[in-house]
């Protein structure tokens, strides 16, 4: 066999560039897995969609490339048995779970601000300011008075407080709520001003919280 006697490419290509490396190739083909990226000695290599982006889709995210655009990727894997290459793009940056567990930005419990994106009938979409993660309040977790778990209430670029009730690196998931954070602050005011028991409403407990909290500031 003539190939016999010839370099492997995929192996070539696997000593030119390690994984972890960095490459550039334009994209061949999208299909229903993912895109196929032209590389060096007419060889093509794969990004699968989970590979894409870390906070969208990959269904949706394929949309934003076309055939014959240039793209940089990371390389993840060579096979030169299975004549198989793949390729991230999603690892050009960094995971943005990672960066907010280990900067402990977002931990369950925690108290931030987030910036409304959408709204929709079932709440809203909204984004953890200063970070790229993305979550959606649910109708419920709008405000813990029923009257006010409406999504109209609310506009597109505002930015609320609320407080992180879960955050799942393995699932990729944190969720966030106002209704939590509400009455978090409706607890700790009872206990510093009083309790109504003590024959102060409620009303008075927690007017006596938001006048300390202003003199603090």
């Known amino acids: 066999g003539l190939k016999q006697v010839m370099d492997n490419p995929w192996e070539a290509f696997l ?3 390690p994984p972890g490396a960095q490459v550039e190739g334009e994209v061949k083909n999208k299909t229903e897995f993912g895109l196929f990226i032209g590389l060096d000695n007419d060889i093509d290599g794969m990004v699968h969609l989970s590979d894409l982006a870390w906070n969208r889709p990959g269904e949706e ?34 995971d943005p779970f ?53 999504p109209d209430r609310f506009s597109v670029g505002q930015k609320l407080d609320a407080r992180v009730t879960q955050f799942d690196r393995k699932a990729r998931r944190v969720s966030v709520s106002i209704k939590a954070l ?13 309790s109504s028991d003590s024959g102060a409403s409620l009303g008075d407990i ?12």
Request: hydrophobic share 35%.
């Open 15 to 17: 000593e030119q560039n």
């Open 61 to 94: 995210v394929i949309d934003d490339y076309n055939k014959g655009e240039m793209v940089k990727a990371v390389e993840l894997e060579v096979d030169p048995e299975t004549e198989r290459i793949s390729l991230g793009i999603k690892q050009l940056g960094s």
């Open 98 to 150: 990672t960066d907010a567990a280990e900067g402990a930005e977002v931990k369950r419990g925690a108290v931030g601000s987030v910036e409304v994106k959408e709204v929709k009938e079932a709440g809203l979409e909204v984004q953890i300011v200063d970070t790229e993660l993305s979550a959606f309040i649910r109708r419920s977790d709008l405000a813990r008075d029923r009257n006010d778990q409406r």
């Open 182 to 194: 509400e009455i978090a602050e409706e607890k700790e005011a009872v206990e510093q001003y009083g």
């Open 206 to 217: 927690l007017g006596a919280a938001l006048r300390a909290r202003g003199d603090k500031q």
